[in-house]
C-alpha cells in the first residue's frame, strides 16, 4: 500500500510504504513533519524560514523579527509541536527568495530594491546590544538548519596542513561583531545550498533534495555596495571592503542583501545530518565508558570476594557496619557525609557525559552521541544499584532495619554533586552576568538536579528493595 501525496512543486517523495496503522476497512498514513523527503523540482521555491535568535550569554530566545530585519508582505508563523516550544522557537517565514538550484549573485532583500533601510537610534542601540550580547541568528531550509562552516586544522606537519583539514559546523550565524569599541552587523548573507539529484526514470524531469544548508554572513558598509534599480547588488572585493558598523547615538543606513549558490553532493537525504554531526571527541566517550566501567567492577569486586565464605563475610562486615550504626546513631553530621560520600561514585561514572549534555542545552550545540549517552544511563543505573545494596547490607548486619529512605538518600546522593558540577560549569564555562539569565539557568538546574535525585534514588530504593527480598526470600524458618 503507497502512502498517496499532493501534486505540488515541492512535494513529499511518492513510493513512501505504510507497514502500520492497519485499520479493519482499510490502511491510513501519517509521517512526522520534517522526517519524510521532500522532492522538488528545479526553480521551484525552497523556502528559507527565521527560528530564533540565540545567546549562551543570556540564554534569552528571542524571536527573529524582535530585531529590524527586512520582513516579507505578510508574516506567518508555524505552528510549533512541543520540543519547539520548549526551545523558545518560533518558526516564521522571511522574504528570502531560493529556487531549487538557481543561482544568485547578489540582491537586497527589502521591498525598496535601491532604497536603504534606516534603524533609527532606538533600533541601532537595541542591535547594537544583542550583538554585545553575542546573539546567534537561526535560520531552516527544508527543515535543515544553517550553519556556519569551521575548519580547524590538526596537529600534522607543515605540508600536511593543507591537505587536511578538520571540519565542523557552527549552528546558526553570528548577528554582528565587535572591534576596538565598535560594533557591525552581517547585512549580507552568502547562502551554500548542497543537493543531491535522485534517480528518476527516462523522460521524467529530474529532481532534487537539500542535504546541507550553509552561510557565510558578511559585513559590507552602505558606501561599498552598488545597487540598481531592480534591487540587483554587486559585491565589492573583499580587500577593499570596509564593514557596516552601527553606531548606537545615531540613526544608521544599510543594505539587506544575499546571495545563493548552489553544489552538487553525493551525500543521500538520509544521511545529510551526518556533516553536522561529525564526532571528533569520540576518544573522550570512550574514555568516559572505560571509566564508568571501572567504577562499576570496584564497587562490584567486595561484593564477589565476600561472596566466597559467609562466615569470614560475617565477621568482615559486622563490625564495620556496627561502627558505621553507631556513629550515625550519634552524629547525623557523619552519617551525611557516608551519604554524600556514597554520591560520588555514581556521579563518577557519567559526569564526563554530563559535560557534553550542559553544552548541548547552554551553548545551543548539537548533542547526538545517543549510543554513549545510554551506555552511560546504564552505567549509572548498575552503580546506584550497587552503591544502594552495599549501604543496605551494612545496615542489616548492624541489625538496623530502617533502611527505606536511607537507601533513596545514598543512592541520590549523587544528585549533590551533578549541582556543584552546574555551578562549576556556571562559573568557568559561560559569561552570564545579568539577573535574569543567571535565575533562568538556576532555576533550570533546579528541575533537572530535582529530578535526577528521584531518578537515582528510585533506582536505588528498587534495587535495595529485590535484595532484600531475595536474601530474605533464601532464609528457611525451622
Known amino acids: 500500500m503507497k502512502c498517496l501525496q499532493k501534486n505540488e512543486p515541492a512535494q513529499a517523495a511518492p513510493g513512501l510504504t505504510c507497514p502500520f496503522l492497519l485499520l479493519w476497512h482499510g490502511v491510513s498514513c501519517f509521517y512526522v513533519p520534517g522526517v519524510a523527503p521532500i522532492n522538488f523540482h528545479r526553480n521551484a521555491p525552497v523556502e528559507i524560514k527565521a527560528v530564533k535568535l540565540t545567546s549562551s550569554r543570556t540564554q534569552l530566545p528571542y524571536e527573529y523579527y524582535s530585531l529590524p530585519f527586512c520582513r516579507p508582505v505578510k508574516i506567518k508563523y508555524k505552528a510549533e509541536n512541543l520540543g ?20 544568485k549573485k547578489c540582491e537586497v532583500l527589502c521591498d525598496v530594491p535601491n532604497k536603504p533601510v534606516v534603524l533609527t537610534k532606538e533600533k541601532s ?11 546567534y541568528v537561526h535560520l531552516i531550509a527544508d527543515n535543515l538548519p544553517v550553519a556556519t562552516r569551521l575548519e580547524f ?3 600534522r606537519e607543515e605540508e600536511e596542513k593543507n591537505k587536511e583539514r578538520d571540519l565542523q559546523f557552527e549552528h546558526g550565524y553570528r548577528l554582528g561583531f565587535m572591534e576596538k569599541n565598535r560594533f557591525f552587523l552581517h547585512n ?33 558598509a552602505l558606501a561599498d555596495m552598488k545597487v540598481d534599480e531592480k534591487g540587483v547588488c554587486v559585491l565589492p572585493e573583499a580587500a577593499s571592503a570596509s564593514a557596516q558598523e552601527i553606531d548606537p547615538t545615531k540613526p544608521n543606513e544599510l543594505f539587506f542583501t544575499y546571495s545563493v549558490h548552489w553544489e552538487e553532493s553525493d551525500v543521500k537525504w538520509a544521511s545529510r ?14 574514555f568516559s565508558i572505560v571509566n564508568s566501567v571501572v567504577v562499576v567492577f570496584f564497587l562490584s569486586g567486595g561484593g564477589k570476594q565476600g561472596n566466597r565464605n559467609p562466615v569470614a563475610r560475617r565477621c568482615s562486615w559486622k563490625m564495620p557496619a556496627e561502627f558505621l550504626n553507631r556513629l550515625c546513631c550519634f ?15 555514581p556521579f563518577g561514572a557519567m559526569f564526563i557525559e554530563l559535560f557534553f549534555i550542559f553544552s548541548a542545552i547552554w551553548e545551543n550545540q548539537f548533542y547526538y552521541l545517543f549510543g554513549f549517552l545510554f551506555l552511560v ?4 543505573v548498575v552503580s546506584c544499584s550497587q552503591i544502594s545494596i552495599v549501604m543496605v547490607y551494612f545496615q542489616l548486619c548492624a541489625e538496623d532495619y530502617r533502611w527505606w529512605w536511607r537507601t533513596f538518600l545514598v543512592s541520590g546522593g549523587s544528585a549533590f554533586y551533578v549541582l556543584i558540577y552546574a555551578i562549576f560549569y556556571f562559573v568557568n564555562k559561560l559569561d552570564i552576568v545579568e539577573f535574569i539569565p543567571s535565575l533562568l539557568y538556576f532555576g533550570y ?33 525451622d
Open 84 to 103: 519547539e516550544v520548549l526551545r523558545g522557537d518560533r518558526i516564521v517565514n522571511t522574504p528570502f527568495q531560493v529556487s531549487m538550484n538557481v543561482e
Open 125 to 135: 542601540q537595541l542591535v547594537v546590544e544583542r550583538i554585545q550580547e553575542e546573539y
Open 153 to 155: 586544522y590538526s596537529n
Open 188 to 220: 549580507h548573507l552568502s547562502f551554500i545550498l548542497y543537493y543531491h539529484q535522485e534517480e528518476v526514470e527516462v523522460n521524467q524531469e529530474p529532481t532534487y533534495r537539500v542535504v546541507r544548508f550553509e552561510v557565510i554572513p558578511q559585513s559590507i
Open 273 to 286: 545530518w551526518d556533516t553536522y554531526l561529525t564526532m571528533s571527541d569520540v576518544q573522550i566517550h570512550w
Open 331 to 345: 552524629n547525623n553530621l557523619f552519617c551525611l557525609f557516608l551519604i554524600l560520600m556514597a554520591g560520588i561514585l
Open 377 to 380: 544511563f546504564i552505567i549509572l
Open 445 to 477: 538546574t533546579a528541575l533537572m538536579v530535582l529530578s535526577f535525585w528521584l531518578l537515582t534514588g528510585t533506582i536505588g530504593f528498587y534495587a535495595a528493595y529485590m535484595f532484600v527480598r531475595k536474601i530474605y526470600a533464601a532464609v528457611k524458618i
